[in-house]
């Protein structure tokens, strides 16, 4: 037999790998569907490119590629007979086939046990070969399949690129046993049990004893009798007492040696008596409170209220009713793709061209967007992931009294891993800013949409900025295109706000005599007067006045120079602290049903208005500078002020020189914007150095009011009228966005150098394949070629760049009457933790999906939305 097998695999030896290093091993999820080991057909993994699928996609992958070995991967899950060990370890017919297998959370439990099995198979007769067969094999076989088999997870091979290991789970959170000592633990006012410490206080899950830790990697103090506690006792686990929230806490587990998940971790605090919701109104003030000594509260928590945690919601199955896991601190991932995936354009290039995209993906479909977004549009339309329980467990599990049917939802890792590649922030496994992800997605959309249906064109539309000169009168009007209207929250318009000062007086009070703060007042925003304060003139801060050529008064006002099919609308309820972390305003909105925007599109020149001159600021040497331009290339002027406060906050000094550089010294908020974005780059803490071409210099007034503009000058000045050639210093700029050269010299060149419609181009128009002769060219030859729009199809509603440039955008305009669609809401202080859930308007109804769950909403918290997603009512 022996022999057999060594003959019968001869053919397909060659195409037989060992996992290398840096090969990523895909054992636990199908590339095209959320396929896995547990799945009823198994998972089949490419035994060259290591990719897996399920059934039914395994034979496209063989007609593609001609790969013919596969091995199956099959684990059989059963519930444990009555009697069971408590705690006992699942059993497994061979130790180490799936070695280091992410398990599906449904099932790692104590109440099932497992049987994984592993064969190989040959197509296309499905010849199969059971594993473990050491001594029948090849050697080279046994040797591939055993690495395989051991590999890690695929995704556990990117935690180097990200800022942040992915915490796992602790092998004693599912068995602890916990002590019935009576200890009950206060929200509030801890101190260790050994010394007098009160800060990095750490509460053992076994015992209940509070301790001090010094060996957490955070830096924070204490004298290590946490660790002590641990070397006496032996008991594994403890949570720090200042993370508790209702979203989860930081556990420790001293036996594994790092920080751990706990699935159980409010189960385990409740036994002490510590109630996570409870914990909310310390999370939320930044204060520690102590509820012996605070009044009770008179109203639910943002967190109660935006989960409809005093409800017993109703779950929903079937199609467009399917959660999505969190993956630890993604819920904001989930809830944008919630919302995007309900919107019928979404569904139809993604859902509706399945087939077709599937048939042309990549040889690699785990990186390439589209297949992604079909995969995860396709598992959350279809509904093979929301099913009702069986009518049979749903009795058996009412006579044993212990009705818990959970909805399982998808698990979106290798979406995430695609979409966050190369990002600092999204990659982590931090929480992140739905609004920054959303733009993310949105981005991502339009760079791969070229030539083909661009879904976020229904976003899309032309904003009118009109400038005013205060001395002159005199105008100029500007568009560009805008995704999303911001609507501020003018605070002093609150209709409480006489109960927003007493609280203010109180809090102050309070915090002067070091007692615990009373309970907070929300302000309640009208929101007319949010749109009211939408439309007001806003200062343009050193504003340049072509008319008096010289620096003036200005203001700028904002409308609609067309409307969307969909209009994103936030709510501008975040700003920065002195630490720069964005808090959030507590406020509640009225946020309409029905929105009528149309008195706030744009009409443009207006009779009687005289516009400002087209021309920029005036281009001078400093009289210090005049005999030795490159010595001021040299020593460019920077705000050095903006520079040490970034270096405060214990940035590299150079990095931060750059940051206020390339930002245009407009503030230290926009250089930490550009810090976040290029920190990872290997030349971010050198030394600044500037282009060596001539570039004649700026006065600094006209680089603090505009750096596009002073750019824009500096092209006037430097580039002859026959010269296409972008400026050198206009690319830097666009480049050290992150831009590709290539491309934004495109941009310029498509806008007459303009830097700021060079900006909006790039987005509109995402960086298409060229030959590297096309891509020379670009970079030496002028050209008047104009670039086409990635929506190539014709569309009567779409309207060009009003300006005549055949390369401007195109935008959908229509009516500005729109209904409510859906909603995204965020609970905690600030978008750096918290949790986020979405409400969607379904079948005439709204739904609420929070995670895995999805449930029928009763009282949708519409007053205390984040993202607002709008669609635009038919003209009739």
Known sequence: MAADLGELLVPFMPTIRVPKTGDRVFKSECAFSYDSPESEGGLYVCMNTFLGFGREHVERHYRKTGQSV???????????KTGATSGAFPKRRNGKVFLDLELNRDFNSEDYDFEDEAKLVIFPDHFEIALPNIEELPALVTIACDAVLNSPSAYKKQEPESWEEDIQ???????????????????????????????????NLTDGAVLCGKWFFDGAGGNGHALDHYKDTNFPLAVKLETITPDGADVYSF???????????????SHFGIDMLQMQQRTENGHDTDNNNSPPRSRPSEWEVIQESGSKLKSVYGSGYTGVKNLGNS?????????????????????????????????????????????????????????????????????????????????????????SKGHPEFSSSRQQDAHEFLQHVITLVERNSGGSENPSDIFRFLKEERVQCCQTRRVRYN?????????????????????????????????????????????????????????????????????????????????????????????????????????????????PDFLDLNR????????????????SPPIVLPEDTRDNSMSSLDSPE???????????????????????????????EMAFNWIIAHMEEPDFAEPLSLPSSTIELLPSSASEADPFAAAAAATAATASPLDNSPPEESVAILTSMGFPRSHTIQALRATNNNLERALDW?????????????????DTEPTNQAFSSPNSQSDPTLSPDPEGDAAGPRVKDGPGRYELLAFISHMGASTMSGHYVCHIKKEGRWVIYNDHKVSLSERPPKELGYIYFYRRLSSS
């Not at 040696?257 to 409010?266: F, H, R």
């Open 70 to 80: 596969y091995m199956h991967l099959k684990r059989h899950v059963k519930e444990k």
């Open 169 to 203: 789970e602790s092998r004693h959170s599912r068995s602890l046993r916990q002590q019935d000592n009576g200890v009950r633990i206060r929200p509030s006012g801890w101190k260790c049990q050994k010394c007098e410490m009160r800060e990095n206080l750490w509460l």
């Open 255 to 269: 036996e594994e040696e790092e920080a751990v998940l706990d699935p159980n971790i409010s189960e385990h605090l």
């Open 331 to 419: 819920c904001y991932l989930g809830c944008v793709m919630q919302v995007l995936f309900s919107i019928p354009e979404f569904q139809r290039m993604y859902v509706g061209n399945l087939q077709r995209i599937y048939d042309y993906s990549p040889l690699d479909p785990s990186q390439d967007f589209a297949t992604q977004m079909a995969k995860l549009g396709y598992g959350l339309l279809s509904g093979q992931f929301s099913k009702p329980p069986m009518k049979s467990e749903l009795i058996e599990q009412v006579m044993k009294e212990e009705y818990k049917h959970q909805q399982k939802g998808l698990s979106p890792k290798m979406f995430k891993a695609l979409v």
């Open 479 to 591: 568009q560009r295109v805008d995704y999303l209207m911001q609507l501020p929250v003018p605070i002093e318009a609150a209709t409480n706000r006489e109960e927003l000062l007493a609280y203010e007086a109180k809090r102050r009070e309070a915090e002067e005599n070091q007692r615990a703060p009373p309970e907070p007042v929300r302000a309640r925003v009208p929101f007319t007067a949010c749109l009211q304060a939408f439309t007001e003139p806003d200062n343009v801060p050193d504003f340049w006045s072509s008319a008096l050529q010289a620096k003036s008064a200005g203001v700028k006002t904002s409308r609609f120079s067309s409307f969307p099919e969909y209009l994103i609308l936030q709510i501008k309820k975040f700003t920065f602290g002195v630490d720069w972390i964005p808090k959030k305003l507590d406020l509640s909105v009225d946020v």
């Open 600 to 615: 706030f599109r744009a009409t443009g020149l207006q009779a009687g208005e005289e516009e400002l001159p087209n021309l």
């Open 638 to 668: 920077i705000d050095e002020a903006a520079v040490m406060q970034l270096a405060e906050m214990g940035f590299p000094l150079e990095g931060c020189r750059k940051a206020v550089y390339y930002t245009g010294n407009m503030g230290p």
């Open 762 to 778: 790039i987005f509109t128009h995402p960086e298409e394949e060229q030959s590297d002769a096309l891509s020379d060219m670009a």
